[in-house]
């Protein structure tokens, strides 16, 4: 009886804990590192036979292989962002809401690594792409993005950096790019000569396994989803799988290989 009065009257407290900068964290330029901390407290209470949780918001569940993650998660701050068209707040929160929502390691460290995609729970990563789409006329967004990389360059990511220009052109006799300078020559207005995709960004400074693995997470997977005509490839009377013979490859092309932005 002793024992039940006391797991009866037991209250767990616990708070969130503030994400810091590791020493081995990308410089501040390349990462959002949050200047804010998030708190909230949780009251459960205990019994033999029942047990009950009171929260007042909470992260949707992930995977049981997903590492633990109790941190209170609001989209009200990037919807703001996104209402006001301040697409530079909004895609530094993005990237925080990311890392936050990629467990407490990712917050520990201040950025999300390509392995911990996967334990970002789909509605969440849905919500916010619904937000990016619905505050750009449907321009930008993951889903977007996707999109174009798969339908429009093939999954090829130099084709598809070059679509969304992340990547210049450069002025020279031969055709040339070179990737964009961050943040001062990305695009941070909605207009009609912003490329579809441009926003939101995602470092690739590690390589590219990271957005691989946003886009191909199963939150932007569509049933029965077919394929549109890779018209963008097709220079050659619509025969897929041709290019020009006059223009060299497009790895030939590219200025620089890294991707550093």
């Not at 009257?9 to 959002?32: G, I, N, R």
């Not at 619904?130 to 996707?146: I, P, R």
């Not at 950096?161 to 990737?179: A, P, R, S």
């Amino acid at each position: 009886m002793a024992a039940t009065n006391s797991l009866q009257s037991l209250h767990h407290h616990h708070s969130l804990l503030k994400v810091l900068p590791s020493d081995t964290s990308p410089p501040s330029s390349l990462f959002l590192k949050p200047t804010t901390s998030i708190s909230t407290a949780t009251n459960i209470s205990l019994s033999l036979s029942t047990s009950t949780t009171t929260t007042a918001y909470s992260i949707s569940p992930a995977t049981s292989t997903a590492p633990s993650t109790s941190k209170t998660f609001s989209l009200d701050l990037l919807q703001q962002h996104l209402s006001d068209q301040n697409f530079r707040e909004a895609d530094e929160e993005t990237r925080r809401l990311l890392i936050v929502l990629a467990g407490e390691a990712a917050q520990k460290r201040g950025y999300v690594f390509f392995s911990e995609v996967q334990f970002i729970p789909e509605q969440d990563l849905k919500d916010i792409d619904e937000l990016w789409k619905k505050y750009s006329n449907n321009k930008f967004g993951y889903s977007v993005q996707k999109r174009i990389w798969r339908q429009k360059c093939n999954e090829d990511f130099t084709k598809f950096f070059i679509k969304v220009g992340w990547m210049k052109k450069l002025d020279t006799e031969v055709e040339q790019y070179n990737y964009r300078s961050f943040p001062n020559e990305f695009i941070w207005e909605l207009d009609d000569d912003t490329p579809e995709g441009h926003l939101p960004l995602t470092n690739a400074l590690r390589g590219i396994q990271l957005l691989n693995n946003i886009l191909s997470h199963p939150a932007f997977e569509v049933d029965g989803e077919v394929e549109e005509d890779k018209a963008e490839g097709n220079e050659n009377g619509g025969l897929k799988g041709l290019r020009d013979s006059s223009k060299p490859p497009l790895s030939n092309r590219v200025f620089k290989t890294d991707y550093s932005f």
